[in-house]
């Protein structure tokens, strides 16, 4: 037991060391999509955090400048609303201010700054999933989301205040990779494509059923499914249109 231990070479080396943790963006979770104005809970990016050698506290997320943000085409603060980060296990729902950053700038795009003030526990071990949802305003709002526009979202270690439970330190530096992004979503409107088959000039005799006179195909955009009710159809003849039934 201790009490054997007379001086410094009888004893023990006990080195405290303060866990590490990881984060990453599941693309797998969160593929690049095509999403269309109006659309709510659009889920920019699936966020997972790991804490591996203690219990962590994050008490803010993206308070230390541009280390937490939305980038993309066109990207406006003014054109998305309710940023929220959601915990995929529990339904938790945590806010996300947002803005136009100051700092950030690039040729083709523009910047949203994120940050989160409220406080998530993670456990020693067990990963948590959170999904980056926002909702993008319409053609009826004064700010509506431009068509072609782009999202992508970028979190850095950087961005984190965070604690360890047993050791009482900062984990900052200790998160790996330093940073991590999204595959981007783009704004596309709903469409509808109308195709017409070119026909060949028949002969036919009175009489003949099941003539076509006309034909035509119909795709729809990548953004959306479109229901179509009705389609009115105008033909000329030269003859009485008496001669044609069950058309």
Same mark, same amino acid.
């Not at 709002?141 to 360890?164: C, N, P, V, Y």
């Not at 088959?197 to 795709?219: M, Q």
């Given at each position: 037991g201790f009490l054997l231990l007379n001086n410094v070479s009888d004893g023990i080396v006990v080195t405290l060391a303060a866990g590490s943790v990881t984060i990453d963006m599941n693309k797998t979770a969160t593929p690049s999509k095509d999403v269309r104005p109006d659309d709510n809970d659009v889920v920019i990016a699936t966020i997972e955090m790991l804490s591996s050698g203690e219990n962590a506290t994050i008490t803010a997320i993206g308070t230390g400048g541009d280390t937490f943000y939305l980038s993309g085409t066109g990207a406006d603060k003014d054109e998305i609303e309710n940023v929220e980060l959601r915990d995929v296990d529990t339904g938790s729902v945590y806010d996300i201010t947002h803005a136009s950053s100051t700092t950030l700038t690039a040729p083709s795009s523009t910047y949203i700054v994120l940050t989160l003030?409220?406080?998530?526990?993670?456990?020693?071990?067990?990963?948590?999933?959170?999904?980056?949802?926002?909702?993008?305003?319409?053609?009826?709002?004064?700010?509506?989301?431009?068509?072609?526009?782009?999202?992508?979202?970028?979190?850095?270690?950087? +961005?984190?205040?965070? #604690? &360890?439970?047993? =050791?009482?330190?900062? $984990?900052? %530096?200790?998160?790996?990779?330093? !940073?991590?992004?999204?595959?981007?979503?783009?704004?596309?409107?709903?469409?509808?494509?109308?195709?017409?088959?070119?026909?060949?000039?028949?002969?036919?005799?009175?009489?003949?059923?099941?003539?076509?006179?006309?034909? +035509?195909?119909?795709? #729809? &955009?990548?953004? =959306?499914?479109?229901? $179509?009710? %009705?389609?009115?159809?105008?033909? !000329?003849?030269?003859?009485?249109?008496?001669?044609?039934?069950?058309?």
């Open positions: 003030s409220d406080t998530i526990t993670l456990v020693k071990g067990v990963k948590k999933t959170f999904q980056l949802r926002v909702d993008l305003l319409g053609p009826s709002d004064t700010d509506g989301i431009d068509a072609a526009d782009t999202l992508q979202a970028t979190l850095k270690g950087t +961005a984190f205040t965070i #604690t &360890g439970d047993d =050791s009482d330190t900062n $984990l900052q %530096s200790s998160i790996t990779p330093t !940073t991590v992004s999204s595959n981007s979503v783009t704004v596309k409107t709903s469409s509808l494509t109308w195709q017409t088959t070119a026909l060949t000039n028949k002969t036919i005799v009175p009489g003949a059923k099941d003539i076509v006179i006309y034909s +035509a195909g119909l795709e #729809t &955009g990548a953004s =959306s499914a479109v229901t $179509l009710t %009705s389609v009115k159809i105008s033909a !000329t003849s030269t003859t009485s249109a008496t001669a044609f039934d069950d058309a």
